[in-house]
């Protein structure tokens, strides 16, 4: 199907905003008796379910909670379960590293042995930040592996982002993180034949790094997560897909990875959602699309904080008005994956899509939530039909045949 | 899953009407608030969707606008991808001319050149239908190609049907048709290697007939698009596949050439829906199956003419009543597209498609336009499930093992 797509593509100066509010989508907490969506006082995005239509996307499959990489792969219109990117990896792409083809990157942890060798603290005391970025330029300056260069890079607190760079490795490796307290530190195991070389290069990586932070307690180990390289052959990009100049207004790096990864351009963004519309204004002329990510939905549903969701879809909803109000040939909001306070957790909940311009036929749906969504005239899609519709929306697409 | 439903067909004596107005769907026109269907008074039509049941069909895949050509075959239960025919075949059938397999057609203008070679008109001044049939004779008769044979089937003003008829024919060619004014016209190309001696032999018929057309002016040139032959195989037939002696009532060259590539009698229809309507009558014994055909919807829509559009569905509203009055177990209202009269060609918005019958559950819509569809109980359907939906409703198919 994209090779039919690609050869239905025109250009136009119709632009296209894809707002994804993290972890959007909940369900029926117990103590409040309504979703999130409902609950909250949303004029704004309520006016726009008024004059819009409405559906509910599937990320991936029925029943299927997506992580934030598949999420966000699906929307952008790449198949969530062939694309197959380690987590290391969008981190690393997210903190603006240059990741090469010979680059294998992790996701790390600090982390406290006891004198038993067995994990005692999966985040080593949750280190201050300075104290992350000693440790990662101390392991950085001393791992000497002949033949592989070594890089670590700080991320939040007690999280970090090794990358290996030198000939034969593979990302097909088991992880270390045993996900609980209590029990020893497996090794680095291969998945695959091809993979044993790789097996060994980070167990030696993590043996030096041990001995190396030996003294540091609580920081005296580490545990390895996500392994990832590159994908080979790359990702296609979106300008090529879909004829898309991308730009991509993300705080978080994780999201800036992914985008960077289908090749949108990483605009500097600052912090506060008031920041992030300020840079799609500021360049406005300069691309045909804008990926918009806000992470804090997501963050209350995790915490388990309904109110704190709630309040922040209604901090946001008057700076939709300004997005909406820049003009786009089509804007859709929408989220990549569901995190219902009432779970805590990502959830397989279906995810509201509301869509809004010219050529969307005004539905029957009054309000931007999961119930009006779900019988609205959108229908219920699939995750990678939203790109397609946004072409269309957009009137970016040729007619198939005559 | 054409060899199941295969498996599952019996008889009966339940008649099945396809009713196809051609671009029935819109989207909202700025000027009326509403689309077309929306804004039409079809009381008829109406009172169906208040007895029967909606949904909205997709004919090709999200976001894509169909073809006429993908669009009826999705409809008639054809991949509309895989089945990749020519506009010169559909053509040539809908004139009644009896294809064979070794014939290669093609959609012609009659086009002007000036002095300098430069396509001035590529309709050749729309020449009156005398004229046309005149010059297609003389292109057929002087014409002399070693080895092949040759006909020039006139149609409506500027338009004609070529014919070549011989061994080693491909219909991969590129067209000649540049779309616009102001430029030189190309010769046929060979778009496979094995097309080589196909484009030489086209090249060949157009280097003659602007030799014979040199004194025509304005009608010195021809434009050639839409190269065709017969499927091979053989598209399966619609009694193979349905187990369904099928009709259609068409008015337009086109359409009566898609019926006819699936195995459908085309019959006499005239001009006028009062005409087609009466042919179903007068042949309803005859048939399992009525494919009716309604092209104003789409002139309208084409032309940009909202009030057109909408008085074409309201004249139309009467006579659907005597369709469904003729008492078959099945009716399908529906279109092949959408063209919305904001837009003024064929757009990818879903079409409404109504569902009458005994096995028919009524849903809740009250009246056949795209948003009640849209929230209808058949929910939405990929064109390919309409026929199965069809078969079933009609009672002719059997239970799916034991």
Redesign the interface.
Known sequence: ?HD??KH?LRKNDKKIIMMVFDGLAGCIHPDYGATEMQAAHIPVMDEMAAKG?QGLITHVAAGIAPGSGPGHFSLFGYDPIATDVGRGVLEALGVGFELGPNDLAARANFATHDNAGILVDRRAGRPAQERTNYLCKLLEDNIKIDGYQVFVLPGRSHRFVPIIRGKGLSDRLSETDPQVTGTGIPDVKAMDPGAEHAASIANEFIRQARAILKNEAPQNDLLLRGWGMLPDPPIETFDRRYGLKAAAVATYPMYKGIARLVGMEVLDSGKTFEQEVETVRKHWDDYDFFYVHRKETDSAGHAGDFKAKVRELEACDPLIKELWGLGPGVMLITGDHATPTAIREHSFHEVPALFNG???????TMAFDEVQAG???????HGT?VM??????AGR??????
């Open positions: 199907m039919i797509y239905l239509a010219d050529l969307v036929i005004t539905d029957h019988s609205g005239m959108v229908g219920h899609i039909d397609p519709l946004l072409l269309a929306f697409l040729l007619k198939f045949k005559s």
